[in-house]
């Protein structure tokens, strides 16, 4: 958020929430510049490094080097070349550090662990089990460390090549490595409660109901007395004939209260997550002469959930494009035109195989909730997330479901399976109502529709012409730009939902029903109105070809 110190930037408490304290991509970094917000450019030695995020104004980072890899953070509010486009608030460049004639080079650890922190005031009380011994509030899971190194200097192969003034490099690669807790806390019932006893829910009764203001009443449901109201339970007692057998057999998925602090009687031992984020980053230049760097090349890849060095450069995890290249280079002729290029050819990017939760609007926790989360419209059990364009394909897509629909389809959810194991209502029957997983509606074609790859080519040619005869060092310089010059067609991903045969109509999946699915017929048509076209701001990446004239005059 060091952006926010040039004039006229400011953040909003949400946008400074999203940042970060380390090296780590798709971080949250809007800010609101002269009044405009949401299309700020982020660029990497001037590469865009901002991907589009959920069709929202908000900026994203895309590839983040490692600190000891930068050189220097620039950033312009306003009168920005042509060169950056795409957004009318902040430009934020990242220019990444070259070689030079002498060997320099960096390494660090940075080392954090749960053993090392004091535990949060709200868990002590129960840390050693004092209130619950079956589930104490230990210090919540706190373990990080972050590896790094950066080497540059001349390119040097012994006895073959000796790259002193005249070529350069340097690589950085840094490894984030975290396991932290998301705290969560909430109510659970209490033991009482578990046996009908709620009296704890007010603090003085008269005749058996509680007096206002004091606390809550609860009522009887199905009973409406002569003045239609319902008739409170006394004492805030229901007896254990009342008692519904589904929901005293969901009752055990609740856990017990670990803690009595405030209103809230449960804090999670278990909500925590793992990252593995490796960065690696290549630059390298070329001098034409000993003074001039005519060429420069970088390669950067950052990763997720990888370990391994080796990995985080062949590899992919499931939310990425599997493959990425962006490549850009500029050269000034001599009395001639300054000419810049920049490209990006993105691979298909992956998509979740989620649940349909179009049919049976009121009981989705028994078709979609194979968790038991008590959210629907999970992803299809067997996948991950982003398990579609990479283990799963449109190729395979038609197996995937024939076998789903062999051996997952017409089984029961955790909520379908309690609510039989209370012996209310047996299996067959919930599948009959259909109040279980639903079967897929098969493709109407071989493949499923493919996720669309992104292309895009800008360039840019100016021609600086000095004005030395009104002033020392004036130039007048017009430029034209162009974005997306080969005029690619780009698109959205279509919804990864599976259609069920419920929703499509039909064991086939109907045009019409799957229109816009990847799971619907498989053509141009379907895919038009999901194109990218010409917006603004960062909304603009990959539209129709743009031309845009500049006329720059500098003294």
Same mark, same amino acid.
């Given at each position: 958020?060091?952006?926010?110190?040039?004039?006229?930037?400011t953040s909003?408490g949400?946008m400074?929430?999203?940042?970060s304290?380390?090296?780590?991509?798709?971080?949250?970094?809007?800010?609101? $510049?002269q009044?405009?917000s !949401?299309?700020?450019?982020?660029t990497?030695?001037?590469?865009?490094?901002?991907?589009a995020e959920?069709?929202?104004?908000?900026?994203?980072?895309?590839?983040?080097?490692?600190?000891?890899?930068?050189?220097?953070?620039?950033?312009?509010?306003?009168?920005?070349?042509?060169?950056?486009?795409?957004?009318?608030?902040?430009?934020?460049n990242?220019?990444?550090?070259?070689?030079?004639?002498?060997?320099?080079g960096?390494a660090?650890?940075?080392?954090?662990?749960?053993?090392l922190?004091a535990?949060?005031y709200?868990?002590v009380?129960?840390?050693?089990?004092a209130?619950?011994?079956?589930?104490p509030?230990?210090?919540?899971?706190?373990?990080?460390?972050?590896?790094?190194?950066?080497?540059?200097?001349p390119?040097?192969?012994?006895?073959?090549?000796?790259?002193h003034?005249k070529s350069?490099?340097?690589?950085?690669?840094?490894?984030?490595?975290s396991?932290?807790?998301?705290?969560?806390?909430?109510?659970?019932?209490?033991?009482?409660?578990r046996?009908g006893?709620f009296s704890?829910?007010?603090?003085? #009764?008269?005749?058996?109901?509680?007096?206002?203001?004091?606390?809550?009443?609860?009522?009887?449901?199905?009973t409406?007395?002569a003045?239609?109201?319902?008739?409170?339970?006394?004492?805030n007692?229901i007896?254990?004939?009342?008692?519904?057998?589904?929901g005293?057999?969901?009752?055990k998925?609740?856990?017990?209260?670990n803690?009595?602090?405030?209103i809230?009687?449960?804090?999670?031992n278990?909500?925590?997550?793992p990252?593995?984020?490796p960065?690696f980053?290549?630059?390298?230049?070329?001098a034409?002469?000993?003074?001039?760097?005519?060429?420069?090349?970088?390669?950067?890849?950052?990763?997720?959930?990888?370990?391994?060095?080796l990995?985080a450069?062949?590899?992919?995890q499931r939310?990425d494009?599997?493959?990425?290249?962006? @490549?850009g280079?500029?050269?000034?002729l001599?009395?001639?035109?300054?000419?810049?290029?920049?490209?990006?050819?993105?691979?298909?990017s992956p998509s979740?195989?989620?649940?349909?939760?179009?049919?049976l609007t009121?009981?989705?926790?028994?078709?979609t909730?194979?968790?038991?989360? !008590?959210?629907?419209?999970?992803?299809?059990?067997?996948?991950l997330?982003?398990?579609?364009?990479h283990r799963?394909k449109?190729?395979?897509?038609?197996?995937?479901i024939?076998?789903?629909?062999?051996?997952?389809?017409?089984?029961?959810?955790?909520?379908?399976k309690?609510?039989?194991a209370?012996g209310?209502?047996?299996?067959?029957? &919930?599948?009959?109502m259909?109040?279980a997983?639903?079967?897929?509606?098969?493709?109407?074609?071989?493949?499923?529709?493919?996720?669309?790859?992104?292309?895009?080519?800008?360039?840019q040619?100016?021609?600086p012409?000095?004005?030395?005869r009104?002033?020392?060092?004036?130039? &007048?310089?017009?430029?034209?730009? #162009?974005?997306?010059?080969?005029n690619?067609?780009?698109?959205?991903?279509?919804?990864?939902?599976?259609?069920?045969?419920?929703a499509?109509? #039909?064991? $086939?999946?109907?045009?019409?029903?799957? @229109?816009?699915n990847?799971?619907?017929?498989?053509?141009?048509?379907?895919?038009?109105?999901k194109?990218?076209?010409?917006?603004?701001g960062?909304?603009?990446?990959?539209?129709?070809?743009?031309?845009?004239?500049?006329?720059?005059?500098?003294?």
């Open positions: 958020m060091l952006d926010t110190l040039a004039a006229g930037i909003g949400y400074q929430g999203k940042s304290q380390f090296t780590i991509g798709g971080i949250d970094i809007q800010v609101i $510049t009044g405009n !949401g299309h700020s450019r982020l990497l030695n001037g590469i865009p490094d901002d991907p959920r069709l929202s104004g908000a900026t994203y980072s895309g590839f983040v080097p490692s600190l000891e890899a930068v050189q220097e953070v620039k950033t312009q509010t306003s009168l920005y070349d042509a060169q950056y486009g795409h957004g009318n608030g902040t430009v934020v990242t220019v990444v550090r070259n070689g030079t004639n002498q060997l320099h960096a660090y650890y940075v080392f954090q662990n749960t053993y922190n535990n949060n709200e868990r009380p129960n840390q050693n089990g209130i619950n011994p079956a589930s509030t230990r210090r919540p899971n706190d373990q990080f460390d972050q590896t790094g190194f950066v080497l540059d200097g390119v040097m192969i012994p006895h073959l090549y000796n790259g003034n350069f490099f340097m690589v950085a690669y840094e490894r984030f490595q396991h932290r807790s998301i705290p969560f806390s909430t109510r659970v019932p209490t033991d009482a409660e046996h006893d704890a829910l007010c603090s003085n #009764f008269v005749a058996g109901v509680c007096t206002a203001g004091d606390g809550i009443q609860i009522y009887d449901p199905t409406v007395g003045s239609g109201n319902r008739t409170p339970y006394l004492n007692i007896a254990s004939s009342r008692f519904n057998a589904a005293t057999a969901l009752l998925y609740f856990p017990e209260p803690t009595s602090n405030g809230n009687n449960y804090i999670s278990q909500t925590s997550y990252n593995s984020l960065s980053i290549v630059r390298v230049d070329q034409c002469r000993c003074d001039v760097i005519c060429v420069s090349a970088i390669i950067f890849r950052g990763e997720g959930d990888i370990g391994l060095l990995r450069w062949l590899r992919s939310s494009h599997k493959h990425q290249i962006s @490549f280079g500029s050269a000034t001599k009395y001639g035109p300054r000419i810049s290029l920049l490209a990006h050819f993105f691979s298909a979740t195989l989620t649940l349909d939760t179009t049919s009121n009981g989705q926790v028994f078709q909730d194979v968790t038991g989360d !008590g959210t629907t419209g999970d992803p299809a059990p067997g996948t997330a982003g398990d579609y364009m799963v449109p190729t395979n897509l038609g197996a995937f024939t076998n789903y629909n062999n051996t997952v389809a017409n089984t029961l959810t955790p909520a379908g309690a609510v039989a209370s209310l209502i047996t299996q067959a029957q &919930l599948i009959q259909g109040a997983i639903q079967p897929i509606a098969q493709l109407p074609q071989t493949n499923g529709v493919f996720n669309p790859t992104y292309r895009q080519i800008d360039a040619v100016s021609y012409i000095a004005l030395k009104l002033r020392e060092g004036m130039t &007048l310089e017009p430029v034209i730009a #162009f974005y997306n010059a080969g690619f067609s780009n698109f959205a991903n279509d919804t990864s939902v599976l259609q069920n045969t419920t499509a109509g #039909f064991t $086939t999946n109907s045009g019409t029903a799957g @229109f816009g990847i799971t619907g017929l498989n053509n141009l048509t379907t895919q038009a109105s194109r990218t076209v010409r917006g603004i960062t909304f603009d990446q990959g539209a129709q070809r743009t031309v845009e004239y500049q006329l720059h005059l500098n003294f």
